[in-house]
């Protein structure tokens, strides 16, 4: 059996939103929602949060130690190799590592299951839910082939691809295996409308209204399909960040 290992990107410095990561809701951070569903993965042996060594991370790791979150600290601009620096450790074994970021509070742990299954089935080298756009925004899952990752040549990669980590796989597909996974909408909402990850205060409103709502916490995990049957009867809601921009890879 393969292993694999969940690597959570985040920092403080957002320009839109900072330390969103550390925003509570319902007495949880950010940062602590998605490490607590990465965990609840059956398939992941692992989870480590990648941040930065710059000292505007120092709060967050502060946060994260008395949380007990295992992190890692690395470059805060070329996350590339952040990333890259993080596998080279010599107590790394695993096969693949799953990108999550910690902008996405309400993604579903089933999701990373289902990815990481299909890039089994498939024997990928990436395999990922975003390029068919039939999920919502903040349900983000990568999964990645540790060796084809660290065979990639950095001379060769653009300031986009050492800040994105991935663009460079799934841009050449004549050199990578590269699967995507499409979701089912179990409604009538128009799903490029479904903002569930965090840029803006907006967003941040939205995600306070449907953790309270139904009683997201460590011990009930979101479900995407509950998410947007509630959307769905609330449709109001969406409007709270209906205007805030998606910035495009």
């Known amino acids: 059996m393969k292993k694999n290992i969940v690597l959570i990107q985040a920092r403080s410095t957002s320009n839109r939103l900072p330390n969103k990561v550390i925003q509570e809701v319902s007495g949880e951070a950010l940062i602590e929602r998605i490490y607590y569903i990465a965990q609840k993965s059956l398939l992941v042996n692992d989870v480590v949060v990648l941040t930065s060594n710059n000292k505007s991370d120092d709060l967050l790791c502060n946060l994260m130690t008395d949380k007990s979150i295992k992190f890692f600290r690395g470059d805060l601009d070329n996350v590339f190799i952040r990333f890259r620096d993080y596998l080279k450790r010599s107590d790394n074994d695993n096969d693949n590592f799953v990108r999550l970021t910690a902008d996405c509070p309400l993604l579903d742990f089933k999701i990373i299951d289902q990815i990481i299954e299909q890039h089994s089935v498939e024997n990928n080298d990436y395999t990922s839910t975003d390029h068919y756009n039939s999920f919502p925004l903040g349900q983000s899952v990568e999964v990645v082939n ?89 449709k109001e809601l969406i409007e709270i960040n209906k205007d805030v921009k998606q910035i495009k890879v």
Do not use: A, Q
């Not at 909408?185 to 907006?202: F, Y």
């Open 146 to 234: 540790i060796e084809k990752f660290m065979s990639i040549d950095i001379n060769k990669l653009s300031n986009t691809d050492l800040e994105h980590v991935t663009t460079y796989l799934w841009k050449n597909t004549n050199l990578f295996k590269c699967g995507y996974v499409r979701f089912n909408n179990p409604t009538k909402l128009d799903i490029k409308k479904v903002r569930l990850t965090v840029d803006e205060k907006e967003d941040l409103i939205l995600i306070k209204e449907i953790i309270n709502s139904l009683g997201y916490k460590k011990n009930k995990l979101p479900d995407l399909n509950e998410i947007l049957n509630f959307l769905e009867t609330n």
